[in-house]
């Protein structure tokens, strides 16, 4: 079973910047420990949004229109942790943002602009953003 654990949000000032961090561990199915990590967020009376993705290899990534130019997704040197640095909040980004893993041949080499909802299998807890204006 593989584990997904994110931290890092917290309440700041509309133009701040937070860092959040996702960890993914475990056995999985696949002989290849490496996952594809997605960033989702959901605000209350929303739907959960799909907002940014980085492929196993790190090579590929994705954002919605919306955190372009704001948001960075990365995995550091080891490839264990994947971050979220978020630059220029503003107050709609508030919600409690999901860190979510998928692995397996089915997403090996799938770039980072289609990787779907459902392609992830193991979800984080959730780590609470709130941007005030």
């Known amino acids: 079973q593989v584990q997904v654990v994110e931290s890092g949000g917290g309440l700041v000032q509309a133009g701040d910047s937070l860092r959040l961090s996702c960890t993914a561990s475990g056995r999985t199915s696949s002989r290849f420990n490496r996952y594809a990590i997605g960033w989702f967020r959901q605000a209350p009376g929303r739907e959960r949004e799909f907002v940014a993705a980085i492929s196993w290899s790190g090579g590929s990534t994705f954002y919605v229109d919306s955190v372009k130019g704001r948001f960075t997704i990365s995995r550091d040197n080891a490839g264990n942790t994947v971050y979220l640095t978020m630059n220029g909040l503003k107050p709609e980004d508030t919600a409690v943002y999901y860190c979510?893993?998928?692995?397996?041949?089915?997403?090996?080499?799938?770039?980072?602009?289609?990787?779907?909802?459902?392609?992830?299998?193991?979800w984080g807890q959730g780590t609470q953003v709130t941007v005030s204006s």
């Open positions: 979510a893993a998928a692995w397996g041949t089915s997403v090996a080499g799938t770039p980072a602009r289609d990787l779907k909802e459902t392609d992830f299998g193991s």
